[in-house]
T-cell receptor
Framework: KNQVEQSPQSLIILEGKNCTLQ??????????LRWYKQDTGRGPVSLTI?????NTKSNGRYTATLDADTKQSSLHITASQLSDSASYIC????????????FGTGTRLTVIP | GAVVSQHPSRVICKSGTSVKIECRSL??????MFWYRQFPKQSLMLMAT?????????EQGVEKDKFLINHASLTLSTLTVTSAHPEDSSFYIC??????????FGPGTRLLVL
């Protein structure tokens, strides 16, 4: 069964600190993995997209890693800011199916001053 | 990057009325768009796949007669919630696959049925 699991479910950190969010998946055959940021009451916005051959990809203070062998990904946020407070969703795409996206339940990050 | 818009951003309606939500891809063409529903603190749940020029494909458990989808052009899909009830209150999000093979989401529509 294709599944995407994220941890932790929620996280509170102090402004300026770093944090790492985890995503484990069982989606097969794997196509790519995306991390999205979703602010409350808004649609998800893409942060990174990683294919099978990519191990690390950065987008500003966001760095995503992918281990296709263990089917794990992480999103590292450096020097957190208050505006980073949002839900971060891991979405894994399969190579088959019309809509082949599998969503994690997200990690709710709260950055406090 | 590619932009997907939704209108309205929020709507309040009386029980029994119908509500139409529009989803537009502003700078790219999308033969396929997707409609999701998201309840508080939950992940997005796919409702249906909207195909330009043909019937939508609904996920199991989603009533096609209640959630009418029309994909009239390559840049517009509409979702009509017919005879809305309070349990239909939710956050509705559309998405479209744009270049480079990325799913772009709309900003969402908050529906409240009284």
């Amino acid at each position: 069964k294709n599944q995407v699991e994220q941890s932790p479910q929620s996280l509170i950190i102090l402004e300026g600190k770093n944090c790492t969010l985890q995503c484990n998946y069982t989606v097969s055959p794997f196509s790519n993995l995306r991390w999205y940021k979703q602010d409350t009451g808004r649609g998800p916005v893409s942060l990174t997209i990683m294919t099978f051959s990519e191990n690390t990809k950065s987008n500003g203070r966001y760095t995503a890693t992918l281990d296709a062998d263990t089917k794990q990904s992480s999103l590292h946020i450096t020097a957190s800011q208050l505006s980073d407070s949002a839900s971060y969703i891991c979405v894994v795409s399969s190579r088959i199916g019309a809509n082949n996206l599998f969503f994690g339940t997200g990690t709710r990050l709260t950055v406090i001053p | 990057g590619a932009v997907v818009s939704q209108h309205p951003s929020r709507v309040i309606c009386k029980s029994g009325t119908s509500v139409k939500i529009e989803c537009r891809s502003l700078d790219f063409q999308a033969t396929t768009m997707f409609w999701y529903r998201q309840f508080p603190k939950q992940s997005l749940m796919l409702m249906a796949t909207s195909n330009e020029g043909s019937k939508a494909t609904y996920e199991q458990g989603v009533e096609k007669d209640k959630f009418l989808i029309n994909h009239a052009s390559l840049t517009l899909s509409t979702l009509t919630v017919t005879s809305a009830h309070p349990e239909d209150s939710s956050f509705y999000i559309c998405s479209a696959r744009g270049p480079p093979e990325t799913q772009y989401f709309g900003p969402g529509t908050r529906l409240l049925v009284l």
